[in-house]
């Protein structure tokens, strides 16, 4: 499956942004989705998943409470609204496809290219 990020922009601290993670496969529904994230000099990290149906949720510690993932399997988009950005999520975000459901990058077979993510403070 072939996915596409987009979405990402220059911001300033406390704004919002809404990414989108889009394919033209038609086996989407069939996948988990998570969204990562590197920063410069840093490793890749766990940022969001959501299974296939969208009943299950997962968000890493640092971003809860002001990210929200969702899909919409029949438009096969997943989206992450982003509010309250801070410096420190300045990124580039990747979203990516799995047969299992987690928030390990090494589980997910397909990857889209990154967009990037810039909190000005």
């Known amino acids: 499956v072939q996915l596409q990020a987009s979405g990402g922009g220059l911001v300033q601290a406390g704004g919002s942004l809404r990414l989108s993670c889009t394919t033209s496969g038609r086996s989407f529904s069939t996948y988990h989705i998570g969204w990562f994230r590197q920063a410069p000099g840093k490793e890749r990290e766990f940022v969001a998943a959501i299974s296939r149906t969208g009943i299950s949720l997962d968000y890493a510690d640092s971003v809860k409470g002001r990210f929200t993932i969702s899909r919409d399997n029949a438009k096969r988009t997943v989206s992450l609204q982003m509010n309250s950005l801070k410096p420190e999520d300045t990124a580039e975000y990747y979203c990516?496809?799995?047969?299992?459901?987690?928030?390990?990058?090494?589980?997910?077979?397909?990857w889209g290219q990154g967009t990037l993510v810039t909190v000005s403070s």
């Open positions: 990516a496809a799995s047969g299992g459901y987690g928030y390990r990058s090494e589980m997910y077979d397909y």
